[in-house]
C-alpha cells in the first residue's frame, strides 16, 4: 500500500528515522552534562584560551590531533588519565577528532613550558625532527581583536574581567593558541594522582656499560636535545654539561619531570631507557 | 495516451557541475595527500592542511555526490512518474544556488570560517542556503512524485524520499548553533552532548547522502544497463525498511571509548552488526539480477562499473561494523586504517555507481552513442587500481600504527615514541598519493570521454528521442 501512497511513505519513513534518533541522540541529553556529570575543578575558558580554542577550530587542527584518551593501557600510559565526560562541558563545538597523524593532546596542558610551543609551533621540524606539522610561525603576526573576544565571552556565558580584556591589547595569536593549549586537560589534578612513587633502592643497572652510553646519547638527541642542546648546552630547559647530582636522583627527575618546572616526565620509555640516559648523562661525553 | 515531454536540460546541467566539482575534489585530495609527506607544500594562511581537508571532503560529498544526486534523480524521477519534472523553474534555481552554495563553501573554508564539524564545516549563513537547497529539491521531486502518471513507486523512489526527510532532519539538529558574527557561531550542544550529536550526524550522511541515493541509483541503472529486472522484490522491501530503521542508532560507533555513555556504544556496536543484513540484502539482490547476465561483465561497461560498485558497498557494508566492535575499534580507531575504509565506500562504491550513471545519462541526453568505450574502460582501471592502492596502503598502514601504539615492553613500559610510529607511516602515504592520482587521472579521462561525447559525432536516431525529453 505505502508503495503507492508517497505521502505515507514520507510519514513511515520518518517515524522509522525517529526510533533510533529517539533513543540514541535525544535521551542522552538527560544524563549527559547535568551537574551529576560536572567535575567542581574544571573551569570555563578565559578570553586568551578561547581565542586560542577558536584559532585551533580556524586552523582546523582537529583534522590532524584528537583531544579524548580512551581508557586503555597503552594510550594511559602514552598521555595520561583518560578523559571524563565533566572535562568537556564547557566545550562548544567538542574537538576530540576523528584521526591522530599527530599526538591526542587532552593532556598536552603542562606537559612542556610555554617557550617549547612558542618554538614547537614556529616550527615543528626544529623541536621534534621527522614531523609533517605545518608552521605556525605567522601566529605571531597577527593580533588580536579583544572587542570580539568579549562578544564571544557573552555569548558563551562564560565570566571574564576588563583586565582579562584589556590585557589582550598586545598579545597575538601565537599568546593565544599557547594559553590554549596549555588548559587542555590540566582542570583535574591528574598529574599528581599518576606520579610513581618509587619504593626501594635504585640501583644503576649499567655502571660502566659503553653500549648504555651510547644508547642513551641516541635517546638523548631524539627526546631531550630540542631544549638542552646538542652540547648539553641548555636552551629551553638547563645546560646538563656537568651534573652534580646522584644517580637515582637524576633518574627520578627524568622518570616523574618536574611540575613547576616544565620538564616533562619521561616514563613511559621504560627503565631501562632512562637509564641509558642517566648514564650518558653522567659520561660527560657530549660528542 | 499522450507523451510527456521531459526536461533533459537540467539534468545536462547538473551533469556538468557535478563532474568539475568532482575533479575538484580529487584535485585538492591529491594537494593535500602531498602535504602530508611534504610539510613545505603548505602555504599559510589559506593553503593548509587543516583548511584544505574539509574542502576536499565538502566538495567531495557535496559538489560531486550530491550534484550526482541532483541530476539522476531529476533523469529517473521524470521517467519513474512518466511526468515532466513539477517546475523547472524551481530546478533552474536550485542549479544556480546550488553553484552558488558549493562556491560560497570553498571560500569561506579556505579563509579559516569553519565550526569545525566533520563534513559539516560551512559556517551558519551557509547552513542556511544549504537548507533552502535541500528544500527547493525535496518540494520538485516530492511534487512530481505526487502527480505521477504510473500508481506503483518503484524501488529507487522510496530510497529517494527516504533520503529528502533523513537529510532534512540530520541537517537541522546538527546545524543548531548561536551566531557571534557573520562567520562565527558556537555549537548550542557541549562536550559529550554535542559529539554524540555530530556522529548521530555524521554517520547517518554516510546513510542518507551516500547509500540511499547510490543505491536508489543502482537500482534504477542496473536493470536499465543489463536489460533485466531486479531479482526479489520482496528482498528490496526487506532491505530498504530495516535500513533506515537500523542506521540511525550506530552513529556512536565512531565514539567507542569515550567519555559517551556505554550504553550508547553498545546500541550502536549491536545495531552496526545487525546492519549487515539490509546492506547485504542490497548487495545480493544486486548480484542474483546477473544470474544468466554475468558475461556482460565482459561485454558491458556500464555494468562493469555497477558491480564493482556493489561488491565494494558490499566489502564496506562488512568493515564498517568490524570496526565498530569495541576490542576492534581499541586497536584501529584513529589510525590510517579509517580513511581507507571511507575511501573504499567513496571511490570504490559511490563513485562507480555515479560514473556508471553519468555514462548512462550522458549519451541518453546528447542523443548520441558515448564518443569512446575504450576509454571507458580504461577509466574503470584507472580508478580501481588508484582505489586498491590508496586503500590497502592505509590498510597496512594503520595496522603497523596501531601495532607500534600498543607495543610494551617487558617492565610495561611503551615500546615506541609517537615520532617513531608517525615515520614509518610516510611510505604508506606515498603509496596511497600514487593512488589517488591514478583515481585523478581516470576522473580527467572520464571528463574528456563525455565532453567529446557531447561535442563530436552525429546523433543517434535510437537515441534522440531520450535527448529530447520523449522516452
Not at chain 2, 563532474?19 to 609527506?37: D, E, K, N, P, R
Request: charged fraction near 15%; include cysteine; hydrophobic fraction near 45%.
Amino acid at each position: 500500500m505505502w508503495e503507492k501512497k508517497p505521502i505515507l511513505l514520507l510519514v513511515l519513513a520518518t517515524a522509522a528515522i525517529m526510533v533510533g534518533t529517539t533513543v540514541t541522540m535525544i535521551v542522552p541529553f538527560m544524563s549527559v552534562n547535568t551537574d551529576a556529570d560536572k567535575i567542581a575543578s574544571v573551569k570555563p575558558y578565559t578570553p586568551i584560551q578561547q581565542e586560542g580554542r577558536d584559532l585551533y577550530i580556524r586552523e582546523g587542527c582537529n583534522n590532524c590531533h584528537t583531544q579524548t584518551v580512551r581508557p586503555l593501557v597503552s594510550e594511559v600510559l602514552r598521555y595520561g588519565e583518560y578523559s571524563k565526560s565533566g572535562e568537556f562541558v564547557y566545550d562548544r563545538p567538542f574537538l576530540w577528532g576523528s584521526k591522530r597523524t599527530g599526538p591526542d593532546l587532552a593532556r598536552v596542558g603542562g606537559k612542556y613550558p610555554d617557550a617549547w610551543h612558542y618554538k614547537h609551533m614556529d616550527s615543528p621540524r626544529a623541536m621534534i625532527p621527522g614531523s609533517n606539522m605545518p608552521d605556525y610561525g605567522w601566529y605571531k603576526k597577527n593580533p588580536l581583536d579583544p572587542k570580539m573576544i568579549q562578544r564571544k565571552m557573552e555569548v558563551l556565558g562564560f565570566p571574564y574581567t576588563t583586565e582579562q580584556i584589556s590585557a589582550l591589547a598586545d598579545k597575538n595569536e601565537m599568546d593565544a593558541i599557547v594559553a590554549y593549549l596549555q588548559k587542555l586537560g590540566s582542570d583535574i589534578p591528574w598529574r599528581k594522582a599518576a606520579k610513581t612513587t618509587i619504593v626501594g633502592e635504585l640501583k644503576n643497572p649499567f655502571v660502566g656499560n659503553k653500549s648504555a652510553i651510547e644508547a642513551g646519547e641516541e635517546l638523548f638527541e631524539n627526546n631531550c636535545e630540542a631544549c638542552h642542546g646538542e652540547n648539553l648546552e641548555g636552551g629551553i630547559g638547563p645546560e646538563l654539561t656537568d651534573i652534580d647530582m646522584d644517580d637515582s636522583d637524576l633518574y627520578q627527575i627524568i622518570y616523574n619531570g618536574i611540575d613547576d618546572g616544565g620538564m616533562p616526565a619521561f616514563g613511559s620509555l621504560g627503565t631501562n631507557k632512562v637509564w641509558q640516559l642517566v648514564n650518558f648523562l653522567k659520561s660527560g661525553d657530549s660528542d | 495516451m499522450e507523451k510527456p515531454q521531459y526536461n533533459t536540460d537540467i539534468v545536462k546541467s547538473f551533469v556538468h557541475w557535478s563532474v568539475l566539482w568532482g575533479l575538484v575534489a580529487v584535485l585538492v585530495g591529491v594537494i593535500v595527500s602531498i602535504q602530508m609527506t611534504n610539510p613545505e607544500m603548505n602555504f599559510p594562511p589559506y593553503l593548509t592542511f587543516g583548511r584544505l581537508r574539509p574542502i576536499h571532503t565538502n566538495a567531495g560529498i557535496f559538489g560531486w555526490g550530491v550534484g550526482v544526486i541532483f541530476a539522476t534523480f531529476f533523469y529517473i524521477v521524470q521517467r519513474l512518474c512518466k511526468v515532466r519534472l513539477w517546475s523547472d523553474k524551481l530546478a533552474k534555481f536550485q542549479l544556480y544556488f546550488f553553484n552558488t552554495t558549493i562556491t560560497a563553501s570553498a571560500v569561506t573554508l579556505i579563509l579559516g570560517f569553519t565550526t569545525s564539524k566533520e563534513y559539516h564545516e560551512m559556517e551558519w549563513p551557509i547552513d542556511l542556503m544549504i537548507i533552502i537547497l535541500w528544500v527547493t529539491f525535496a518540494i520538485n521531486i516530492i511534487m512530481t512524485i505526487i502527480k505521477r502518471k504510473e500508481e506503483q513507486m518503484y524501488i529507487s523512489l522510496w530510497y529517494m524520499l527516504a533520503a529528502i526527510v533523513g537529510v532534512a532532519i540530520l541537517f537541522l539538529v546538527n546545524s543548531a548553533a548561536v551566531p557571534v558574527s557573520f562567520f562565527k557561531s558556537y555549537s548550542a550542544f557541549a562536550g559529550t552532548n554535542d559529539a554524540n550529536v555530530q556522529w548521530w550526524f555524521g554517520h547517518n550522511a554516510v546513510a542518507m547522502v551516500l547509500t540511499a541515493p547510490p543505491l536508489a541509483m543502482f537500482y534504477y541503472f542496473l536493470p536499465k544497463s543489463t536489460g533485466v529486472p531486479i531479482y526479489s522484490h520482496k528482498i528490496s522491501i526487506i532491505s530498504f525498511w530495516s535500513l533506515i530503521f537500523m542506521y540511525l542508532w550506530t552513529g556512536a560507533h565512531h565514539l567507542l571509548w569515550t567519555p559517551v555513555p556505554d550504553w550508547i556504544q553498545t546500541l550502536a556496536m549491536a545495531f552496526s552488526i545487525m546492519l549487515i543484513a539490509p546492506s547485504w540484502g542490497s548487495v545480493i539482490n544486486g548480484y542474483l539480477s546477473m544470474k544468466g547476465q554475468w558475461h556482460q561483465m565482459r561485454e558491458n561497461y556500464l555494468v562493469k562499473f555497477l558491480i564493482l560498485g556493489i561488491t565494494f558497498y558490499g566489502l564496506q557494508t562488512l568493515q564498517g561494523p568490524m570496526q565498530s566492535i569495541r576490542s576492534f575499534s581499541a586497536f584501529i580507531h584513529f589510525t590510517d586504517w579509517v580513511p581507507a575504509h571511507i575511501h573504499m565506500g567513496t571511490m570504490g562504491w559511490v563513485s562507480m555507481v555515479c560514473f556508471a550513471s553519468i555514462y548512462f545519462l550522458v549519451p541518453r541526453i546528447y542523443g548520441k552513442e558515448l564518443y569512446s568505450i575504450r576509454l571507458a574502460n580504461l577509466h574503470f582501471w584507472l580508478a580501481l587500481t588508484g582505489q586498491l592502492l590508496w586503500s590497502i596502503s592505509l590498510w597496512i598502514a594503520g595496522v603497523l600504527q596501531a601495532g607500534m601504539w600498543n607495543a610494551m615492553n617487558p617492565d610495561g613500559s611503551l615500546t615506541y615514541t609517537f615520532m617513531e610510529t608517525m615515520v614509518e607511516m610516510y611510505p604508506y602515504w606515498w603509496v596511497r598519493t600514487i593512488g589517488g592520482t591514478l583515481f585523478m587521472l581516470g576522473v580527467i579521462v572520464f571528463i574528456y570521454n563525455l565532453f567529446k561525447t557531447a561535442h563530436n559525432g552525429e546523433k543517434t536516431a535510437s537515441l534522440a528521442a531520450t535527448a529530447e525529453g520523449r522516452a
